[in-house]
C-alpha cells in the first residue's frame, strides 16, 4: 500500500507505518469498536444480505437478484442494492450501522464548522464520503457512508493523529453537510454580479436569461438541485418549497402535511437554483413576472419519480414548489388506500357509468392525484380509448 495515494496531509513517518499495521492495531484506531478490515468485508456484506432479509426489508428473491447482479458486474452487494432500488440509502445504512454496531447520525450531528482543515482535504473527504463530526478525548468521531472501508478510516487517523471512531451517515445528509462546510464558491465573479443585479422589479432581460442559464449549468449548482430532488425521495416529502429572501433561500420538505425547514443552499446561488430547476422542468427562465407550471420526470434511487413543477413571483424572485409521486412507492388500490367501503363503491359505480363527471375535491396532500391515477388504472382496458386533459400532464 503507497502512502502516496493518500490524499490527506501531512503524514510523518509513523503514521504512515500505522496505515501498514495489522488488523488488530485497526480495531485499536477505530476507538475500540470492532470493525471489519479489508478482508473481513466479504463476509460481512453477508452477514448484511441476511440481516435485511431477517428484518423483512428485503425479501430472499430480491437478495439473490442482487447477489446475481454484484456478481455480473464487480460491484459490492450494498451498492447494488441502492442501484436498482430494491433499498433506500435510509435502510441500508440502519442496517450498516447495526451490522458494525456504530451509531446512525442525523442532519443535527454535524458540526457548524469544519473540523482539522489543515490536515484532511475536501476533495479527499467527498472522494471517501466521510467527514469528521467530532473531537472529543482525544477521539475524533467520523462519519462515513460505507463504515466498511478501512482504508479511510485508517488513513484519516493516520493524518490527524487522533484514535477515530466510525459513525454511520445518510448518503445526502452527509453530502449537504459537506456541501455547507467545503462551500464551492462559483468561478465566475462577473456571474455572481449579474446575480446580485437580477431583482424583482427588473425587466427580463436576455443576456440576464443567458447568465442564468450558464450558471445554471455550473457543477455546484446542479450538485446542489440533485442533492435536493434525490433527500425529498429519499425521506419520502409530498413537496419541496424554495421560497426567496433577500439574504437567503429557504428550503422546506412537507411530510404528513406539515412544513420542516432544512438547511438552505448558498444565497450567491438562490437565482441560479430557481433557473436549474425551471430548466429541468423545460420552462421559460427568462419569464419571472408570471407564473408557470411544468414536469419533470427522473429516476432516483432506481426509482422513475414525477415531479410537477409550480413557479409565481413573489417579492425577492420567484418562489418554486415541487410535488413528489413516487409511482413505485404507491399501491392504485382503493382498499389500501383507506377508502371507506361506501365510498369505494360509489366511485366504482360512477366509473362504469357510460358517461358523466367525477369531482374529486381536497387539500393539498390529500390523495386526489393518488385517487385518479387508481381510477384510471381501473378505466385503462384494452376495449377503451382514455385520453386525459392535464396542464402539466
Do not use: C, W
Amino acid at each position: 500500500m503507497s502512502v502516496a495515494t493518500v490524499t490527506v496531509t501531512p503524514l510523518d513517518p509513523r503514521a504512515a507505518a500505522s496505515l501498514r499495521e495489522a488488523p488488530a492495531a485497526r480495531t485499536a484506531a477505530a476507538g475500540g469498536q470492532t470493525l471489519p478490515t479489508d478482508r473481513d468485508a466479504p463476509a460481512a456484506l453477508t452477514r448484511l444480505g441476511a440481516a435485511l432479509v431477517a428484518s423483512g426489508a428485503i425479501d430472499q428473491r430480491t437478495l439473490e437478484r442482487a447477489r446475481r447482479v454484484a456478481a455480473e458486474t464487480g460491484g459490492r452487494l450494498d451498492r447494488v442494492l441502492t442501484q436498482l432500488g430494491l433499498i433506500s440509502d435510509r435502510g441500508l445504512a440502519e442496517a450498516l450501522a447495526e451490522l458494525v454496531s456504530a451509531p446512525l447520525l442525523g442532519p443535527a450531528d454535524y458540526p457548524d464548522e469544519a473540523l482539522f482543515v489543515d490536515r484532511l482535504r475536501p476533495k479527499f473527504l467527498r472522494k471517501a464520503h466521510a467527514l469528521p463530526v467530532a473531537d472529543r478525548d482525544g477521539e475524533v468521531v467520523l462519519a462515513m457512508v460505507d463504515p466498511l472501508d478501512a482504508f479511510t478510516r485508517d488513513a484519516v487517523a493516520a493524518a490527524i493523529g487522533r484514535r477515530v471512531r466510525v459513525a454511520v451517515a445518510v448518503p445526502i445528509e452527509l453530502e449537504a453537510a459537506l456541501d455547507r462546510l467545503y462551500a464551492e464558491p462559483v468561478e465566475a465573479a462577473d456571474g455572481e454580479a449579474g446575480l446580485d443585479e437580477i431583482v424583482a422589479d427588473a425587466e427580463p432581460a436576455e443576456e440576464d436569461a443567458e447568465r442564468l442559464k450558464d450558471l445554471a449549468s455550473e457543477a455546484p449548482v446542479i450538485r446542489l438541485v440533485n442533492q435536493m430532488i434525490a433527500r425529498a425521495v429519499d425521506t419520502h416529502a409530498s413537496d419541496v418549497h424554495l421560497e426567496p429572501f433577500p439574504d437567503r433561500m429557504r428550503v422546506r420538505y412537507r411530510y404528513d402535511g406539515v412544513l420542516h425547514e432544512v438547511e438552505p443552499p448558498p444565497a450567491r446561488l438562490q437565482a441560479a437554483v430557481v433557473s436549474r430547476v425551471k430548466i429541468m422542468a423545460r420552462l421559460d427562465i427568462a419569464e419571472r413576472r408570471l407564473p408557470q407550471d411544468g414536469r419533470i420526470k427522473l429516476t432516483v434511487r432506481g426509482h422513475e419519480i414525477d415531479f410537477r413543477v409550480s413557479t409565481m413571483p413573489a417579492l425577492y424572485g420567484e418562489k418554486v414548489v415541487l410535488r413528489v409521486l413516487d409511482r413505485t412507492a404507491v399501491d392504485f388500490d382503493y382498499e389500501k388506500l383507506g377508502l371507506p367501503a361506501d365510498v369505494r363503491a360509489g366511485l366504482e359505480r360512477a366509473f362504469d357509468l357510460p358517461n358523466g363527471m367525477v369531482l374529486v375535491t381536497g387539500p393539498t396532500g390529500s390523495g386526489k392525484t393518488t385517487t385518479l391515477y387508481t381510477g384510471l388504472t381501473r378505466l385503462n382496458t384494452t376495449e377503451r380509448n382514455v385520453v386525459t386533459v392535464e396542464d402539466p400532464i
